[in-house]
Structure formats: C-alpha cells, structure tokens
Antibody, heavy 118, light 108 residues
Framework: QVQLQESGPGLVKPSETLSLTCAVS?????????WGWIRQPPGKGLEWIGSIYHSGSTYYNPSLKSRVTISVDTSKNQFSLKLSSVTAADTAVYYCARYPFRGSFDYWGQGTLVTVSS | EIVLTQSPGTLSLSPGERATLSCRAS???????LAWYQQKPGQAPRLLIY???SRATGIPDRFSGSGSGTDFTLTISRLEPEDFAVYYC?????????FGQGTKVEIK
C-alpha cells in the first residue's frame, strides 16, 4: 500500500522559507511516477504547486515558479518543497501526492497545515 | 491556463436522490484528461474518476463521469450518507494542472 506523509514546521514567519518533506512508503520513487505538491488555503480550493520526476526533472506552476524549489532524495525515498519569501497568503494545508505521466493524483498524503505568521 | 468552473456551488439533496455536478473548462481539455475528487472535512481529496469517465479503484458504480471537450459531468446515481462532501474537478492535460473551485453536496 502506497503511503505518503508530509512533515515540516507548522508555523513560518513572513519573508522566510517554508520547507516540507514528503516521505513515501510502499513504493520506490525511483520506480517511476511523478510526485507533486498541492495546497489548499483554509476554506478554499486546491492549487497545484509543482512536481518532480525521480530523475530530478521539475515542473512548476508559473504563478509560484519564482519562489518554488522541489527536490528528490531517492536514497531516502522522499521529496521536498521549499517556498521562499512567504506571506500570509501562503497559509494553507500542503499535500503531497503521486500521479502517473498524463495522469491524475491517485495517492495523497494526509496534509499538513502551515501557517505564516509572526 | 485552463480555468475550470464548477456548478452549482452548493447542491442540497436528500439521501437516495440523484446528484449531477458540472465542470466547464475555458478551453478544450485534451484527450479528456479530466478527473473528479471527493473531499470530506479534514481529509485529503480522494480520486473518484479519471480520464473523464473511468472509475478509480474501489469507487462504487453509483459514481459516473461523462463529457469531453469543455463540458464534463459527475453523476451520483443515488446519494448515500457518506457521499455528502465537496467535489472537485481537475484537468491534467495542459500545464499548469488546474482544479475547479468545488461543489458542495449537502444534506437537504
């Protein structure tokens, strides 16, 4: 059974960098699939942030591209998100998820709430 | 960027009734790369439908998807108590992947 688990600070100060990690179990990242980050502000809809392939190829939402870095560590079977220069508008539940090429998100993490506040 | 508009915003129905949810795209979704997700409070979204009409593993057959081009529909034939939730459509044929704003199916 594929499982994804997000981890990272729940509180980040404005202008700092948000850092999250998604640990994958039950499936080797190196075996394929794309691995993505999606966020959901409280009471609002879903926004795709970006994705990575096990080779390291990355794909970002243009709306966030200047502030986002996604990386993968195949030895630890995990991938990470960094979002710089955060503001209150970046407060959201952050999910990690898996999808095949030209596919939909089939496995999701439970999500982690990140609040941007001083 | 493809904008997905879902309607209605809220659907008030009783258990046993039929639910019809709409998702309209601002431009054609290539190869029907459209998915539907169900989200309950405090939970991650769950994949229901992919490729516009294919049910994901373990999804009951009361859920069905249809449509192509710019107009897509999710139908729940007979609402069960556990089906009251928020539903999102998503297109993954063009980058960036985008989601609709959601339709809440609530108990009448």
């Amino acid at each position: 059974q594929v499982q994804l688990q997000e981890s990272g600070p729940g509180l980040v100060k404005p202008s700092e960098t948000l850092s999250l990690t998604c640990a994958v179990s039950g499936y080797s990242i190196s075996s394929g699939y794309y691995w993505g980050w999606i966020r959901q502000p409280p009471g609002k809809g879903l926004e795709w942030i970006g994705s990575i392939y096990h080779s390291g190829s990355t794909y970002y939402n243009p709306s966030l591209k200047s502030r986002v870095t996604i990386s993968v560590d195949t030895s630890k079977n995990q991938f990470s998100l960094k979002l710089s220069s955060v503001t209150a508008a970046d407060t959201a539940v952050y999910y990690c998820a898996r999808y095949p090429f030209r596919g939909s998100f089939d496995y999701w993490g439970q999500g982690t709430l990140v609040t941007v506040s001083s | 960027e493809i904008v997905l508009t879902q309607s209605p915003g809220t659907l008030s129905l009783s258990p046993g009734e039929r639910a019809t949810l709409s998702c309209r795209a601002s431009q054609s979704v290539s190869s029907s790369y459209l998915a539907w997700y169900q989200q309950k409070p405090g939970q991650a979204p769950r994949l229901l439908i992919y490729g516009a009409s294919s049910r994901a593993t373990g999804i009951p057959d009361r859920f069905s998807g249809s449509g192509s081009g710019t107009d897509f529909t999710l139908t729940i034939s007979r609402l069960e108590p556990e089906d009251f939730a928020v539903y999102y459509c998503q297109q993954y044929g063009s980058s960036p992947m985008t989601f609709g704003q959601g339709t809440k199916v609530e108990i009448k």
